[in-house]
């Protein structure tokens, strides 16, 4: 019963790319990764060692829409940069609100 059903997640593009910036952000980002996975939301996750360029580059080789910035300005205000890679608008969204806003667009 199962296997259609993880047949389609395995073909699914990512809708989000995680990507930690600076020393000590991949914690944060891999807790903020569950939560959006707990979502249904298929979501890839960087590493703090990656400069914000090269998250972009991967995130858009892997076919992702948007890019979620996870700083340490963002982590202390709960508020994340979420920049949609096609058009290049780039919003900051609560916690709270992130996995309905990526659903939404």
């Known amino acids: 019963m199962s296997l259609p059903q993880s047949a389609e997640l395995a073909i699914r593009k990512p809708d989000v790319y995680i990507a930690p910036l600076g020393a000590g952000m991949n914690r944060p980002a891999a807790r903020l990764a569950r939560e959006l996975r707990r979502h249904d939301l298929v979501t890839e996750l960087g590493d703090e060692t990656f400069r914000l360029k090269k998250s972009f580059e991967t995130a858009s080789k892997a ?6 910035i996870v ?6 205000s709960d508020t994340f940069a979420l920049k949609d890679i096609e058009s290049g608008e780039q919003v900051t969204v609560p916690r709270g609100e992130l996995a309905a806003k990526i659903k939404n667009k």
Not at 63 to 68: A, K, N, S, T
Request: proline share 0%; hydrophobic share 35%; aromatic share 8%.
């Open 63 to 68: 076919g992702v829409r948007y890019v979620l």
């Open 71 to 76: 700083g340490e300005n963002e982590v202390k």
